[in-house]
């Protein structure tokens, strides 16, 4: 014998919609160490996993036109080992943090994020000082990190979107620019990249006075004496980055053979088109991402710098 359960149930009424609250991007406090480090923190309460992040003002054309991608294989080779924690027991030390630690470099900048737990903030950020103060920046790393970015250049080439995504940068800027060119540097110079560059690339540039740190997360307490203890050593004399404002070639259109690939009908075909656009902030920027969309394209992320300004269809 069944029940028929539906007699039975209460329905709640649904509680009634409210405007959402009114929001704002919260305050920050800010305070530059005499090394001429520049912080941030925004005390954001509940968020238990504090990201540090550290933004370093090296464009790309700081790099010599022989040695370019001498940038990615400094930043790559960062967290391979520290003068405190030689080889392997970097890794180790950062993961008994419960800590993520990574690197990466734009056409403007480049940047370090460290993600971990608020408890072990004290832990972790020492060693995000770590790498930039005091990194092993081996050669036999240096050739390692090398051979794999030869390796994804070799795998981005033998792809045709990868493939027409280079093409159409270089057609787009002036080869005088650091912009025509791949981030990672072309493999010709990529291979000419030794140890000793990275180590003198490291030094010459990785300088407290054109970095910014931002903290993250629920955070107690003046953090400022935890800042000072994991940066204060962190010296070296600030030279000024110079941010190139590319110009273009003109109208270009390129057709690029692929021979042995897959025929066009296989979906292997890929075009792209693009344009120069207002470079941020400007009143006509803020059109311009919703521009692209509305035409089945998006405006890169290097659009959004100064470096780059452009927007693509494809």
């Not at 149930?9 to 009634?16: A, V």
């Not at 943090?97 to 460290?114: D, H, M, N, P, R």
């Not at 690339?201 to 407290?208: Q, R, T």
Request: charged share 20%; glycine share 8%.
């Amino acid at each position: 014998m069944t029940t028929d359960r539906t007699e039975s149930m209460t329905l709640q009424e649904r509680p009634p919609l409210r405007p959402p609250g009114r929001w704002s991007f919260p305050q920050a406090e800010t305070f530059t160490l005499a090394s001429g480090l520049a912080v941030q923190i925004f005390r954001r309460p509940g968020q238990y996993v504090v990201s540090a992040g550290l933004t370093l003002d090296l464009p790309l054309s700081a790099e010599a036109r022989d040695l370019e991608g001498v940038a990615t294989l400094t930043a790559a080779t960062l967290d391979q080992g520290t003068d405190a924690h030689p080889n392997v027991t970097f890794a180790d030390a950062v993961e008994s943090c419960g800590a993520v630690l990574e690197a990466s470099v734009t056409y403007s900048s480049t940047q370090l994020y460290l993600d971990v737990p608020t408890a072990h903030l004290a832990e972790a950020l020492p060693l995000l000082a770590e790498v930039l103060t005091s990194p092993e920046l081996t050669d036999a790393d240096v050739e390692r990190e090398r051979g794999l970015h030869l390796a994804q250049i070799e795998q981005q080439l033998a792809n045709g979107s990868h493939r027409a995504d280079h093409a159409l940068r270089s057609a787009l800027f002036d080869d005088r620019f650091r912009s025509a060119r791949m981030r990672s540097g072309e493999p010709a110079t990529l291979r000419a990249v030794t140890g000793t560059d990275v180590r003198a690339f490291h030094a010459a540039h990785y300088n407290p006075g054109r970095a910014t740190l931002v903290l993250a997360g629920d955070l107690f307490g003046d953090v400022r004496p935890l800042v000072e203890e994991a940066f204060g050593s962190w010296t070296g004399a600030t030279s000024a980055s110079t941010h190139e404002t590319p110009t273009g070639r003109g109208r270009v259109l390129q057709l690029i053979d692929r021979p042995g690939r897959c025929k066009p009908t296989s979906g292997s075909d890929v075009s792209r088109s693009t344009g120069r656009t207002p470079a941020g902030p400007t009143s006509s920027w803020r059109c311009t991402p919703w521009a692209a969309r509305s035409s089945a394209g998006s405006t890169p992320s290097s659009a959004r710098r100064r470096a780059t300004p452009t927007a693509s269809t494809r």
